[in-house]
């Protein structure tokens, strides 16, 4: 009968495995334990056939011990799911005692397990009850059969289950090797010698320097300079911002250009690239680099790939990649320098490209062209935003902080000549765009010019306490003690807890 009983596990975990869509967990042919799962409506069903006599009622619970072991151990195949699970064992003889009323769900820490005693007098009638609660048709498992025959039918299902699970296998690792990581390489060094040649020219953190060698910047975009949204991707603002983008390229491009291949790989990455510059071209005004967008372009395009390999996904990468995107997007509601519309922007992007060209080995056509459809709308819609979000107050703003850089860069006839055009379109930054400018005449002898500046900062906004502070200084260094005396005075009124100004006003008095 020993071999009889082999041969039932062997043919039910064939049935449930090639008739009922569960899949294999683990086999150990050694010691005929063999572990099924399935996923039916998102509620897992985790059966386990284990084929062995227990005569002691004591020895089932020793054995459910180990399965709660093994359970927890492996317990992030079944993170955040409902779990069933279906112990059944099959064997002569049931235990002696009496075990049925036993708390199998304490005992496996569970709440919906079950456990079928497929004894040789009640095996079939336990099966079909097992079948029935799992909505499957019960199958021909009859044992009609002499021990040679069931002898070779165990070695030929064992040696069947075994090169489905292998060829399972091999399919699943197939996945995540169809291409190799040589463009990710090519894009680290672009970004790396982009980075060394800006620092090289100027710095990697002054506007002026970013905005002349390609960074984001919508007024020019506006004014028919799009090829900056492609070379944007290839800047990057300071060391950290550096650093952070290519650790984060170099793990996520490897294993999207695995997954994808190196040519899916590109399209999916500069796709997602545009895309983010483009959110940040409309949600953005401020000056913006760096490879973010088309990074969080990779994230989309692993979430691509988990809707179609769920399962596989949440054991692998799913629910670390979940987080990380989470932190990401945390992060950057919390900072106001990231720049969100670009991150939320390559992520879309990156989901939309990766559907266009989709997985290898994967054709759909009429979903491919409707994606490719819904990506070139939200590109047109976004320009059409962004170009209509563009005005007066964006380019005087980045203008304001343009100046103001140029001038603690000592470069201060570059500030003159940058707010000389800005005035031309101030919008309401013109105090600022004067002061700036004032400060920058200052620092190269032009007092005159200086003091014209701050008397009209001082008209258009009374309360600008550093206008009345810079100009009591020139009046001091023109001789004009009274003058001086009066705006120390107005600019220690308006912020009586600036020391320098309270320090001013004394000594003037």
Same mark, same amino acid.
């Given at each position: 009968?020993?071999?009889?009983?082999?041969?039932?596990?062997?043919?039910?975990?064939?049935?449930?495995?090639?008739?009922?869509?569960?899949?294999?967990?683990?086999?150990?042919?050694?010691?005929?334990?063999?572990? #099924? /799962? %399935?996923? *039916?409506?998102?509620?897992? =069903?985790?059966? !386990? +056939? @284990?084929? $062995?006599?227990?005569?002691?009622?004591?020895?089932?619970?020793?054995? #459910? /011990? %180990?399965? *709660?072991?093994?359970?927890? =151990?492996?317990? !992030? +195949? @079944?993170? $955040?799911?409902?779990?069933?699970?279906?112990?059944?064992?099959?064997?002569?003889?049931?235990?002696?005692?009496?075990?049925?009323?036993?708390?199998?769900?304490?005992?496996?820490?569970?709440?919906?397990?079950?456990?079928?005693?497929?004894?040789?007098?009640?095996?079939?009638?336990?099966?079909?009850?097992?079948?029935?609660?799992?909505?499957?048709?019960?199958?021909?498992?009859?044992?009609?059969?002499?021990?040679?025959?069931?002898?070779?039918?165990?070695?030929?299902?064992?040696?069947?289950?075994?090169?489905?699970?292998?060829?399972?296998?091999?399919?699943?690792?197939?996945?995540?090797?169809?291409?190799?990581?040589?463009?990710?390489?090519?894009?680290?060094?672009?970004?790396?010698?982009?980075?060394?040649?800006?620092?090289?020219?100027?710095?990697?953190?002054?506007?002026?320097?970013?905005?002349?060698?390609?960074?984001?910047?919508?007024?020019?975009?506006?004014?028919?300079?799009?090829?900056?949204?492609?070379?944007?991707?290839?800047?990057?603002?300071?060391?950290?911002?550096?650093?952070?983008?290519?650790?984060?390229?170099?793990?996520?491009?490897?294993?999207?250009?695995?997954?994808?291949?190196?040519?899916?790989?590109?399209?999916?990455?500069?796709?997602?690239?545009?895309?983010?510059?483009?959110?940040?071209?409309?949600?953005?005004?401020?000056?913006?680099?760096?490879?973010?967008?088309a990074i969080f372009g990779l994230f989309g395009a692993l979430l691509y790939f988990g809707v179609h390999y769920k399962r596989l996904f949440f054991r692998t990468m799913g629910y670390n990649l979940i987080f990380v995107i989470g932190i990401n997007l945390a992060f950057g509601i919390l900072v106001p320098q990231v720049d969100n519309g670009a991150h939320m922007g390559g992520l879309l992007g990156g989901f939309i490209a990766s559907a266009v060209c989709n997985l290898p080995k994967k054709k759909q056509w009429v979903f491919q062209s409707f994606a490719a459809v819904a990506y070139t709308l939200a590109i047109v819609l976004m320009i059409i935003l962004g170009i209509q979000q563009t005005d007066d107050e964006t380019y005087a703003l980045i203008q304001v902080k343009q100046s103001q850089q140029l001038n603690e860069q000592q470069q201060f006839q570059e500030a003159i000549a940058l707010t000389n055009k800005a005035l031309d379109r101030p919008g309401n930054f013109e105090a600022e765009l004067l002061f700036n400018r004032s400060y920058a005449y200052t620092q190269t002898g032009q007092l005159s010019e200086a003091q014209k500046d701050l008397e009209q900062v001082i008209e258009i906004d009374p309360e600008f306490a550093e206008a009345y502070f810079n100009l009591a200084l020139i009046y001091r260094q023109m001789g004009e003690v009274d003058k001086a005396s009066k705006h120390a005075s107005e600019a220690t009124k308006l912020k009586p807890d600036n020391e320098q100004f309270q320090e001013l006003s004394q000594k003037l008095n």
């Open positions: 009968m020993f071999v009889k009983q082999e041969y039932f596990l062997w043919k039910l975990a064939h049935d449930l495995v090639n008739q009922q869509g569960f899949e294999m967990l683990h086999v150990n042919v050694d010691n005929s334990e063999i572990w #099924l /799962e %399935r996923d *039916k409506r998102g509620k897992v =069903q985790v059966i !386990r +056939l @284990f084929h $062995g006599q227990f005569n002691w009622r004591n020895e089932l619970i020793r054995d #459910l /011990e %180990r399965i *709660k072991l093994q359970m927890k =151990q492996n317990k !992030r +195949l @079944f993170r $955040g799911k409902r779990l069933s699970l279906y112990c059944l064992y099959i064997s002569e003889y049931p235990p002696v005692d009496e075990w049925e009323e036993m708390n199998q769900s304490e005992l496996t820490n569970h709440e919906q397990t079950t456990i079928h005693y497929l004894d040789d007098v009640h095996k079939m009638e336990r099966v079909k009850a097992l079948y029935e609660e799992l909505g499957m048709r019960v199958p021909d498992l009859s044992l009609e059969i002499d021990e040679q025959e069931a002898e070779g039918q165990v070695h030929y299902l064992k040696q069947l289950i075994a090169t489905s699970q292998c060829e399972k296998k091999r399919e699943s690792e197939a996945l995540f090797t169809f291409g190799k990581p040589m463009l990710t390489y090519v894009l680290l060094a672009l970004n790396i010698l982009a980075y060394l040649f800006i620092e090289y020219k100027g710095s990697t953190t002054s506007i002026t320097t970013l905005i002349e060698y390609g960074a984001k910047y919508n007024p020019a975009i506006v004014d028919g300079e799009w090829w900056r949204i492609l070379s944007s991707m290839f800047l990057h603002i300071g060391t950290l911002h550096l650093l952070m983008n290519m650790l984060a390229l170099y793990y996520l491009g490897a294993a999207v250009e695995r997954i994808y291949g190196t040519l899916r790989f590109t399209f999916i990455y500069f796709l997602a690239g545009i895309f983010g510059g483009l959110a940040s071209f409309m949600l953005n005004p401020q000056v913006a680099a760096g490879a973010s967008g």
